[in-house]
Antibody, heavy 116, light 113 residues
Framework: DVQVVESGGGLVQPGGSLTLSCVAS????????MTWVRQAPGKGLEWVAN????????YYVNSVKGRFTISRDNAKNSLSLQMNSLRGEDTAVYYC?????????WGQGTLVTVSS | DIVMTQSPDSLAVSLGEGATINCKSS????????????LAWYQQKPGQPPKVLIY???TRGSGVPDRFSGSGSGTDFTLSISSLQPEDVAVYYC?????????FGQGTRLEIK
């Protein structure tokens, strides 16, 4: 079965940093774009960042450009999101998803809370 | 960015009755090169991640019951549920993947009347 499992969320102060991780299994990880999508409490879904199969292309929503970095390690079937200069509006559940335009496999998400 | 607007924001339907959710995009998501609508529908049940129901506007995802159907083209799309079941209580989102960045509708909350 296709599975993705996120980890690394937690409580962080404004201006702080956090790194999220996602481990995938059940599919050929290196063959797919991967994506982070977030959902603020009680709100809708927002695409955050994409990374190409070989890591050569990365794209970000404007609100996180320059602060977040997406990366992957195909040897370890893992995806990461390094988040710096965190703000209150970054508070959300962050989901790792397999991406073929449509997001067909989602993890349970990891909660990031930015608060003093 | 393409703006996706869903209607209604919430909907209450009796068990066994049909439900219809609409989604409108600010520009066409129909590709002239492959004649496909780059539009998907997701279901998110309380406390769970989203699950893809429909892609290419009308293709059901793996394991999705046939009471769910998608229709529409260009800028106007519809998700229909033919006979509401208790397990269909959820928030439903449309999403376009025609242009980067992908964008979602604001969601429609479906409840039992």
């Amino acid at each position: 079965d296709v599975q993705v499992v996120e980890s690394g969320g937690g409580l962080v102060q404004p201006g702080g940093s956090l790194t999220l991780s996602c481990v995938a299994s059940g599919f050929t990880f290196s063959s797919y774009w991967m994506t982070w999508v977030r959902q603020a409490p009680g709100k809708g879904l927002e695409w955050v960042a994409n990374i190409k199969q070989d890591g050569s292309e990365k794209y970000y929503v404007n609100s996180v450009k320059g602060r977040f970095t997406i990366s992957r390690d195909n040897a370890k079937n893992s995806l990461s999101l390094q988040m710096n200069s965190l703000r209150g509006e970054d508070t959300a559940v962050y989901y790792c998803t397999r991406n073929f335009g449509v997001f067909d496999s989602w993890g349970q998400g990891t909660l990031v809370t930015v608060s003093s | 960015d393409i703006v996706m607007t869903q209607s209604p924001d919430s909907l209450a339907v009796s068990l066994g009755e049909g439900a219809t959710i609409n989604c409108k995009s600010s520009q066409s998501v129909l590709s002239s090169s492959d004649n496909r609508n780059y539009l998907a529908w997701y279901q998110q049940k309380p406390g769970q991640p989203p699950k893809v129901l429909i892609y290419w506007a009308s293709t059901r995802g793996s394991g999705v019951p046939d009471r769910f159907s998608g229709s529409g083209s260009g800028t106007d799309f519809t998700l229909s549920i033919s006979s509401l079941q208790p397990e269909d209580v959820a928030v439903y989102y449309c999403q376009q993947y025609y242009n980067a960045p992908v964008t979602f509708g604001q969601g429609t909350r479906l409840e039992i009347k």
